[in-house]
């Protein structure tokens, strides 16, 4: 995935107000029709799964529905045509959630694109200092 981004410091603006105004962002990813695919929840809750090993563990930790986590993972991996979560139904031995390859590729990849967002954006505020 090649991604290509230029930044332009607006000083102006930030003297239109007395306010120190500083850029945000929000990042998701979207399929070729313009579909929402994934965006920061869905890469909170797979970080969780991947940490704590287990769906319910990681929505209890985020607070979430195991219903709505569950949900969100099956249309991302139906979008994606390809499984995130490799899932183990409880029972007497228990259960249990992994990442798949690609999971952590998405993963990987998502938190990279977010640091560089990161970092362009601290760049900003530097050059508008």
Do not use: H
Request: proline share 1%; charged share 30%; aromatic share 8%.
């Amino acid at each position: 995935m090649n991604i290509i981004v230029t930044v332009k410091c607006a000083r102006a603006l930030l003297y239109l107000t007395n306010m120190r105004i500083r850029p945000r962002f929000k990042l998701w990813f979207v399929d070729e029709e313009g579909e929402y695919v994934f965006g920061l929840g869905t890469m909170g809750l797979l970080a969780e799964i991947d940490r704590l090993g287990s769906i319910s563990a990681a929505t209890r930790k985020l607070g979430m529905s195991y219903r709505y986590a569950l949900e969100r993972i099956t249309i991302v991996e139906k979008r994606l045509g390809r499984q995130l979560v490799d899932r183990k139904r409880g029972g007497k031995e228990g259960g249990g959630a992994k990442l798949t390859a690609l999971g952590f590729e998405v993963l990987a990849d998502y938190r990279g694109m977010e640091g560089s967002l990161n970092q362009l954006t601290k760049m900003y505020v530097d050059l508008s200092d």
